[in-house]
């Protein structure tokens, strides 16, 4: 059984909570942490009770992810094509990477991390301009084009907790695909996870039961998938909300115990799901 709340209401705040889509939980202190229409990198307590302008980046903040140190987080800006870094000890904000391999990004939307602390960034394009979904850098910076191949607004991402895949939300598919992780780092083969008809997935994040959660930024719903390559994705919806005030357009998702943390694109709110 699962409940859904508010956990942060950032309307009448200040600094206001404005339209948030990358959401992130600090390994070390369990802190909230989303991103603003305006380019604002916002920390939010444990409790939820206060809200504090970090930094900005002075764009569109996507998805957000901490590096495995805790040293950094990396935002993913749509006004500047690029993927910024934050030191979390200094307040420095500043570009990190801006493409690779001869291509840029042009909308540049999630970040997410291996046990090796390799970052892998979808680039989501424009539909008529299909181009690599998924660049991948090393610590130093050092990037490539990882996967080349065009998918359908790359979107959300999560690693298998083996790390021997990568899962990519596809929007306009509208599905998640599994991109095999060779045992020397290159790109494998792709398969359908699952197809979701009538959604706009966004956001995707394994969760403590091992199973693939998916916020659909429309209808306003989560839902939860067993990704078994033996099964065809069998899906259940954890969360719904027709009217859109619990969950509206909810976009990214990360986990804190058995908690699921929910950006809203369309509200000025952070939702918790409890499982």
């Excluded at 209808?219 to 990704?227: G, I």
Aim: proline letters at 7%.
């Amino acid at each position: 059984m699962t409940s859904t709340r508010v956990f942060f209401d950032g309307l009448f705040t200040s600094p206001r909570l404005d339209h948030p889509e990358g959401v992130a939980v600090h390994p070390a202190d369990g802190s909230i942490w989303c991103g603003g229409e305006a380019g604002q990198i916002f920390r939010i307590d444990p409790a939820g009770t206060k809200i504090e302008q970090i930094a900005t980046t002075n764009g569109f903040v996507l998805g957000i992810a901490f590096d495995p140190t805790a040293s950094y987080l990396f935002i993913c800006d749509i006004v500047h094509p690029g993927v910024f870094r934050l030191d979390l000890a200094t307040g420095k904000v500043e570009l990190f990477a801006d493409g690779a391999g001869g291509h840029r990004f042009r909308n540049p939307n999630y970040a997410v991390f291996d046990a090796q602390s390799r970052m892998y960034v979808s680039d989501s394009r424009q539909l008529d301009e299909p181009g690599p979904a998924v660049f991948r850098y090393e610590v130093d910076g050092t990037g490539e084009v990882w996967d080349e191949r065009p998918m359908a607004f790359a979107n959300g991402l999560a690693l298998a907790p083996d790390e021997s895949s990568l899962y990519v939300v596809e929007s306009f598919m509208p599905g998640v695909t599994r991109v095999e992780i060779r045992a020397d780092g290159s790109v494998g083969q792709r398969s359908t996870v699952v197809e979701l008809p009538g959604t706009v997935p966004d956001g995707i994040a394994f969760g403590p039961d091992g199973l693939l959660y998916v916020a659909c930024y429309e209808p306003s719903k989560v839902l939860r998938v067993r990704p078994d390559e033996n099964t065809d994705g069998d899906v259940e919806v954890v969360a719904d909300d027709p009217t859109a005030h619990l969950l509206c357009h909810p976009t990214n998702l990360a986990f804190k115990g058995t908690t699921a943390y929910v950006a809203n694109l369309g509200r000025w709110h952070i939702t918790a799901i409890d499982l």
